[in-house]
């Protein structure tokens, strides 16, 4: 009932900024949280940052504190991450992540986007 759609990933030099944008549609109110989870080819998925949809309560991992900011835009159900200073090693495609109240993992996921920062 709740769609994600991932857009924003690219190529983008070590050390640049990118950001990705998370659209949700259909029954939003239902979701208790959103998530940015990434995955490298050959590593497992994992997890890089979270919201609560009502906003608040955000959780980073530890390797992206500090250069990443995740935030919403309620009225446009949009969630984005803002990756600054971006490292090789961020390359991954990243999907986008939803968890409902009636659910405490993250069943909802996106496509995915592809970020790669090399030079």
């Known amino acids: 009932q709740v769609q994600l759609v991932e857009s924003g990933g690219g190529l983008v030099q070590p050390g640049g900024s990118l950001r990705l944008s998370c659209a949700a549609s259909?029954?939003?109110?239902?979701?208790?949280?959103m998530g940015w989870y990434r995955q490298a080819p050959g590593k497992e998925r994992e997890f890089v940052a979270s919201?609560?949809?009502?906003?608040?309560?955000?959780d980073y991992a530890d390797s992206v504190k500090g250069r990443f900011t995740i935030s919403r835009e309620y009225a446009k159900n949009t969630v984005y991450l803002q990756m600054n200073s971006l490292k090789p090693e961020d390359t991954a495609v990243y999907y986008c992540?939803?968890?409902?109240?009636?659910?405490?993992?993250?069943?909802?996921w996106g496509q995915g986007t592809q970020v790669t920062v090399s030079s």
């Open positions: 919201i609560k949809w009502s906003g608040g309560i955000i």
């Open positions: 259909g029954a939003t109110l239902s979701l208790a949280a």
């Open positions: 992540a939803g968890r409902y109240y009636s659910d405490p993992t993250y069943a909802l």
